[in-house]
């Protein structure tokens, strides 16, 4: 038998004849329940934000999309085609055309980005489920979809024919022009639908057929700006990387959802980091009631330690059993309060107990690392913090 430990049960899950001792653990002991539980749902809900901030960039970001490692575009020829069909993970690919442009309507300029595709990018992405407003383009059309935040800024709606937009973007090239007609590829296009998902792709993205970027850039049949692939179910990204890198080396950059959103990602890690540090300064404070909480423990129990002391027992068991005391404290609340988070994130995800809005629930997601990385710290900390409680037994105050 452990000796330390079992007299430290004993100490822990009996009551004191001090009445105050007792309430003293019970705030310690509630404050690290507390504090565990708080960790452990925000780290949740930072999670289920994650996801629901992501969710959006999943409608038109690809699984992998493939980048020219030299200049801002490609030839991608039959060759290149039959290579990247043979492929096992692959389901579908998209060839874009992707450049800066100037939109003008009436009056109103206005940078934005074209983005031509074809006709498989539909299958690719799900893009046309965040058209909220008229339709997607048709092939081989002057048909184009932009964003809300586009449509607002130039004021313009869809199905107007009779005031199309133009699309401009300079024409590559040395020497002075002769006039400004000369510098620049121009096109009517008329706006058939509006999306909707995040401010930034709203004010940034205008769709077209791919056949009318590549008239607008004077781009010939094969030459593209990157390709967009979406895997089939089971395919292991990993591998299919690999696979791509082997069949074109050295041609792309290969990047997945996570590296195209690569600034998005920073910053909810960051926030996340920011959250953890926070809530990690709040346990350490209420670790501070589990020191005091020993300490008056070992103060209730001077004549007890004494009767050891006189019976053998050496001041580092003695230390050895209010460390204990500390660290069994510490475990058992800090298990009890991650279960009652996981009750209150469980209870979320099923009853909506918090709403953003009448219709949205507050997003959360059950990741059992937090459970560990909650636990760890809890566990962590609660040792530092009875090692420092349990310091304060010396033979002097033992006899004394």
């Known amino acids: 038998m452990n000796f330390p430990l079992y007299i430290a049960k004993r100490y822990l899950f009996s009551k004191s004849s001090n009445n105050a001792i007792n309430i003293m653990t019970l705030i310690a002991s509630g ?10 749902i925000v780290l949740s809900v930072f999670a289920g934000l994650k996801d629901f901030s992501l969710q ?6 690809p699984d992998l999309k493939l980048i020219p490692t030299e200049g801002k575009s490609f030839l991608f020829s039959e060759e290149d085609m039959s290579k990247l069909n ?26 934005a980005t074209l983005k031509g595709v074809d006709l498989n990018y539909l299958k690719v992405t799900n893009i046309d489920s965040m058209v909220t407003k008229g339709n997607w383009i048709s092939p081989e059309s002057n048909d184009v979809v932009s964003g809300w935040g586009i449509s607002n800024n130039l004021s313009f709606g869809i199905f107007n024919y009779l005031k199309p937009l133009s699309l401009y973007v300079p024409k590559p090239g040395k020497g002075q022009p002769s006039s400004l007609k000369s510098m620049y590829n121009s096109v009517y296009v008329n706006n058939v639908g509006l999306f909707d998902i995040n401010e930034e792709l709203n004010n940034e993205y205008i769709f077209a057929d791919i056949s009318l970027a590549r008239n607008l850039l004077n781009y010939n049949d094969s030459q593209i700006s ?9 395919a292991d990204e990993s591998e299919t990387k690999e696979q791509l890198e082997n069949a074109f080396e050295n041609r792309f950059i290969i ?64 230390k050895s059993i209010f460390f204990w005391q500390g660290s ?36 959360v997601r059950l990741n059992f690392i937090n459970v560990f990385i909650v636990l760890a710290t809890i566990f962590a900390l609660g040792i530092i913090a009875s090692r420092i409680a349990s310091q304060r037994i010396t033979r002097q105050l033992i006899q004394s």
């Open 328 to 363: 069994l404290m510490t475990v058992v609340s800090g298990v009890i309060g991650v279960a009652i988070g996981l009750l209150i994130v469980f209870l979320q995800q099923s009853y909506d107990l918090v709403m953003l809005t009448p219709e949205l629930p507050y997003p």
């Open 56 to 61: 959006f960039s999943s409608f038109v970001d």
């Open 31 to 40: 404050g690290v329940v507390i504090a565990s539980a708080a960790l452990f």
């Open 255 to 318: 990047k997945n959802r996570e590296q195209l959103n690569d600034a998005l990602f920073k910053m909810l890690n960051t926030e996340n980091l920011a959250i953890y540090l926070i809530f990690t300064l709040v346990i350490i404070i209420a670790l501070f009631n589990v020191i005091g909480a020993i300490i008056m423990m070992i103060l209730d129990k001077k004549k007890s330690l004494n009767t050891l002391f006189n019976l053998g027992t050496e001041p580092k068991t003695i």
């Open 226 to 234: 990157s390709l967009e692939l979406k895997l089939k179910p089971n």
């Open 86 to 111: 043979a492929l096992n993970g692959i389901a579908s690919y998209s060839k874009i055309i992707e450049e800066r442009i100037i939109i003008k309507s009436e009056n109103k300029n206005l940078l």
